[in-house]
């Protein structure tokens, strides 16, 4: 990354790039759905259908169509999101509409995953709160989490976190970043977002007019290394910043 040492302020995403469900709900999913031998599933559906869920989820027109639909409905909602993963998967749509009410019933009972943050995470944010770095956490969460990071032992580290549905903003929209930039104190330019989805962490924070990096350990969207820096794990992160 070219000057680095312009950074003043770091802000992370959280979910899936700070803290992880274990197993992740997508590995769990899938082998449900492998189980049900709908079809033959390869490893290209498996990533289309994280990428589509990873779009899905920035705030996408699906999304807002779905919340508007669903609003008092919390259960259908999820129906309605397991119908249409199992047809990013490539299930044929009269077969999704079948089997999503059982595949999403499986999810909510079955699906009890292990919080965890890696050890790596707490050097990271050990060293740039050494070296001087601003730190917050922008996520596309609906309710405050401040609580959460102080379980997790991430509180000390950062100096504000915010939550999309404080401000009625979700990534990638330009509000919920500016007022992470207000409340960092610091400047669009100064400032590097760190996050796992593409199209709400990077594209929404470049659009926005701040620096980004992709944390994309899988290798899912191999097109962002043309408008950021790209890393798989943490110990990369360290020669970027110089």
């Excluded at 259908?49 to 920035?58: D, K, M």
């Excluded at 943050?117 to 989490?145: C, H, I, K, M």
């Excluded at 593409?198 to 929404?204: C, M, Q």
Aim: with cysteine; net charge negative.
């Amino acid at each position: 990354m070219s000057n680095a040492e312009n950074i003043t302020a770091i802000l992370f995403d959280l979910d899936g790039t700070l803290r992880f469900n274990l197993p992740t709900p997508g590995e769990v999913f899938l082998d449900y759905v492998k189980n049900l031998n709908l079809r033959p599933i390869s490893d290209q559906d498996c990533q289309r259908t994280e990428r589509w869920e990873l779009q899905y989820f920035a705030s996408s027109k699906e999304i807002q169509i779905d919340y508007a639909q669903y609003k008092a409905d919390k259960k259908g909602f999820w129906i309605n999101f397991t119908r249409r993963r199992l047809i990013a998967l490539g299930v044929d749509e009269a077969q999704a509409a079948q089997v999503a009410p059982r595949t999403a019933e499986y999810m909510d009972q079955a699906y009890k995953p292990r919080v965890s943050v890696p050890d790596d995470v707490f050097d990271l944010l050990s060293y740039l709160n050494e070296a001087g770095y601003t730190l917050g956490v922008v996520s596309n969460r609906d309710q405050p989490f401040k609580e959460e990071l102080h379980l997790l032992n991430l509180a000390p580290y950062f100096k504000f976190a915010l939550a999309g549905g404080e401000v009625n903003s979700y990534k990638p929209e330009p509000l919920i970043f500016q007022r992470g930039l207000e409340m960092a104190g610091a400047i669009a330019a100064e400032t590097l977002y760190i996050g796992d989805n593409y199209y709400a962490d990077t594209l929404g924070a470049l659009r926005a007019g701040l620096r980004a990096i992709l944390y994309d350990p899988s290798g899912l969207f191999p097109e962002a290394a043309e408008g950021c820096p790209v890393i798989q794990n943490y110990s990369q992160l360290y020669s970027l910043l110089g």
